[in-house]
Each structure stands twice: as structure tokens, then as C-alpha cells.
């Protein structure tokens, strides 16, 4: 409770600095970093506008339409929102009450429906997106939601999380569109999100320096990326199970998004890829994460990207760690491991600073000093089998593209 209060005066004092004659954007970011750093620890003082909620689409899900109409719930268009009152008593809930009432309150076993305006529940999250101001809640029933084919654009600044455990919320998307396109310092916290389509399911974009946070979530992927992070983005995604059909996660650009305890798994490429442009820097932080049983390396880095790995395992996939170009990645005090391909290796002007780490296989490193360091640096085994670099087909298969390729 003491941890919360801070929260809350650290970011009320910001939004007294942003009231002030004359006051700079540095106090908007600084609310906005605060409030999505609260919401990782739990706490949403950050978001202290209106709940608004989000029904499931019932039993007829399957048809991929929004929520069946409610008469109790949705208004007509033009007609002034009437209070409802909350399934657990008989008394009329003040106005005030209700815009104050914590989102935890929507969760109640007592209150299935929790303090609800009639007029703020909506049939879909791209409807509530519509009405949503900066610093709403959007709060998404135990059930399937459908994409409608379209992004869910977050150029606002909201949090949305699912009720009940991770997977009880669903959104199921399909289409050639990301289900979600982050801008900004939004928030999605305990959704389950199942995507169908030729495109990655999540991106970021844009350059908001506050961030956008993604906690406890799962991220699949049936046709495309999990994950792609671009211009200036900094997301952090935290506690999230990611799987795709091609890459993980994909950073290019300037985009520097951190990983903290995720989980990568069974993707058809790379587990983590980084690319950028010539004059741009990519960079990637990853803390306690493990990318596995991917069929690509599950962590490759080309161009001048960047990546810091820590307390990280990278096994069961086609190569750990493999920096082309001039590339650099620091991992530290983690477990690297390939079965038949190289576990780090290095081309061009690439570095690898490879220290107090778990080496299960044979590396190929570039330059002598590096090979040096490698092997006195950390705990090494090579395995007693033919390692070499993977033939051109699956994961490594060359697919020329007509619109790139030299004419």
C-alpha cells in the first residue's frame, strides 16, 4: 500500500508541473514513464480515468463478429448514458464513486459486471478504443474477442488487460493487419493474443520515449512474426510467452526494446533478430529470458545492431548467438547451446563478448583474440559430432525478392 501511494504522489506531482504557465514536455513524459513503470509493479495510479468494459463475443465467437447487442448495456446513438447500478447491492452508486472505483473492484466474483455505466461497455475493443481518453482502463470479460480484421490502433494512452488468469482472455485475430499498432506509452497487461494472418501481430512504432509496456502475456503467430519493433519504439515486454511461425521478435531501425523473463519458443526462424539501416542503431536488452527450439539462431544480429543478454538461456535452436557485419552482442551468465550448427559465431567486423557462460557446442568466431576469450572465459564442452553451418533450405532457405533483387 506504501509502494502504491508513492506512485501515485510522483505522478500527481508531474501532473501539477504539466498545469503549470509555461511548463516543458519533460513533465508529460516523466508521468508517462512513472505510470508504466507503476503498472508493471502492479499499480495503475497511472490510469486513473474511466473503466471502460469490453464483453466477450459469446458462444457465437466462431463468427468472428463483435459482442451480441445488450439492451441493458448499450445505448442508442444520441441518448445520455444512464447509471447502472452494481449486481451486488441495491443501492444507487454515486457518480463520483464510480469514477474513482478501483479496476480491481471489476473483478470481484460478487460483481460479475462491476461499476459499469450503461454507455461504457462496449461490444468490441476497436469500439472502446473510439471512446477511450488518455489514462482509461479497458477491461476485457473472460472469452474470445475478435479482431474484425482490423488493427487496434494505441495512439492513445490506456491500459487494457484481460480478467481472470493468462489465456482466460483471448483475442483472436485474423487477418493481413497486426492486431495491435503501439505508438505510445500504452499498456497490455494478461492477454492471450492468437493471430491469424500474413503479417507479425504486434508492432511498435513511432518514437515516444516513455514506452510501451507488455506483461504477461502470449503472443502467437501462425503466419508471419510475433513481435516487429521499429522507428524509435522502446517497449518493454515482460513475462510474455512469444511463437511464430517466422521470427520471435524482429527489431530494426533506431527501435530499442527490452526483454525481461520471456519466453521464445518453436519459431520457424529466429528466436530474436536484429536489423537496421546504414545510418540507424538497433538495440536489444534481454534479462532472464530463454529462446528455444527455434529453427533459425535464437539471437541473430546483423548490420550494426546491438544486444545486451543476461542470466538468459539460448539452447535447442540453430545456433545461439551469430553476429554478422559489425554487430556487437555482451552476453553474461548464460547457458548457450546448439545441437548440430555453431553455438556463437562471428563474420565481418562482429564482436562477441562472451563471459561466465555455459558453452555447449563449437563456436566459430572471426578473430583470434575473440576465439581466446571465448574458450578462458567461460565453461566450454564441445560435443563429440560433425558441426558445420546449416544447409540452405528450412529456416536458411534463400527466397529471392523481386522488388530488392539487382536487376
Known amino acids: 500500500m506504501q509502494g502504491q501511494r508513492r506512485w501515485e504522489e510522483a505522478i500527481a506531482a508531474c501532473q501539477e508541473g504539466m498545469a503549470c504557465p509555461g511548463a516543458t514536455k519533460d513533465f508529460e513524459t516523466l508521468r508517462n514513464t512513472l505510470a508504466v513503470q507503476a503498472a508493471l509493479q502492479g499499480c495503475f ?26 439492451p441493458d448495456l448499450d445505448i442508442p446513438e444520441g441518448e445520455a448514458p444512464l447509471l447502472m447500478l452494481p449486481a451486488a447491492t441495491s443501492q444507487r452508486t454515486p457518480s463520483s464513486a464510480l469514477k474513482q472505483c478501483p479496476a480491481q473492484e471489476m473483478d470481484d466474483p460478487k460483481n460479475p459486471l462491476g461499476f459499469v455505466r450503461r454507455g461504457n461497455s462496449f461490444r468490441s475493443l476497436h469500439a472502446a478504443m473510439k471512446e477511450a481518453r488518455d489514462g482509461d482502463q ?12 482490423e488493427s487496434v490502433q494505441l495512439r492513445k494512452r490506456v491500459l487494457i488487460r484481460g480478467r481472470g488468469s493468462l489465456g482466460q482472455t483471448r483475442v483472436d485475430h485474423r487477418g493481413n493487419c497486426p492486431a495491435f499498432r503501439i505508438s505510445n506509452s500504452s499498456v497490455l497487461l494478461n492477454l492471450d493474443i492468437d493471430f ?15 514506452g510501451a509496456l507488455i506483461h504477461d502475456c502470449i503472443i502467437k503467430c501462425s503466419g508471419d512474426d510475433a513481435v516487429h519493433v521499429c522507428g524509435s519504439a522502446t517497449p518493454r515486454i515482460s513475462r510474455c510467452k512469444l511463437q511464430a511461425k517466422k521470427c520471435g521478435v524482429w527489431a530494426y531501425e533506431k527501435a530499442k526494446p527490452v526483454l525481461t523473463d520471456c519466453v521464445i519458443e518453436e519459431c520457424g526462424q529466429q528466436g530474436v533478430k536484429l536489423f537496421d539501416y546504414a545510418l540507424d542503431r538497433s538495440r536489444i536488452e534481454m534479462e532472464a529470458c530463454t529462446v528455444s527450439a527455434c529453427k533459425g539462431p535464437a539471437l541473430d ?37 546448439a545441437e548440430s550448427t555453431y553455438v556463437v ?7 562477441a563478448d562472451v563471459q561466465v557462460c555455459k558453452i555447449v557446442g563449437k563456436s566459430y568466431i572471426a578473430g583470434l583474440p575473440q576465439k581466446v576469450g571465448l574458450e578462458s572465459l567461460n565453461s566450454v564442452t564441445i560435443p563429440d559430432r560433425h558441426i558445420g553451418v546449416p544447409p540452405e533450405d528450412g529456416a536458411f532457405e534463400f527466397v529471392p525478392n523481386q522488388y530488392t533483387r539487382k536487376q
Open 45 to 70: 495510479a497511472g490510469f486513473q480515468g474511466r473503466l471502460l468494459d469490453v464483453r466477450d463475443a459469446g458462444e457465437e465467437a466462431w463468427l468472428g463478429k463483435e459482442a451480441p447487442e445488450d
Open 138 to 149: 479497458i477491461i476485457l470479460r473472460k472469452g474470445i474477442h475478435n479482431g474484425l480484421g
Open 196 to 210: 491469424s494472418g500474413y503479417r507479425e501481430a504486434l508492432r511498435f512504432e513511432g518514437s515516444d520515449p516513455s
Open 301 to 337: 544480429l546483423a548490420l550494426h545492431a546491438q544486444a545486451s543478454v543476461t542470466d538468459s538461456s539460448l539452447t535447442n535452436s540453430s545456433g545461439a548467438v551469430w553476429a554478422w557485419d559489425k554487430c556487437k552482442a555482451v552476453v553474461r551468465n548464460s547457458v548457450l547451446q
Open 345 to 351: 559465431l562471428t563474420h565481418g567486423e562482429a564482436h
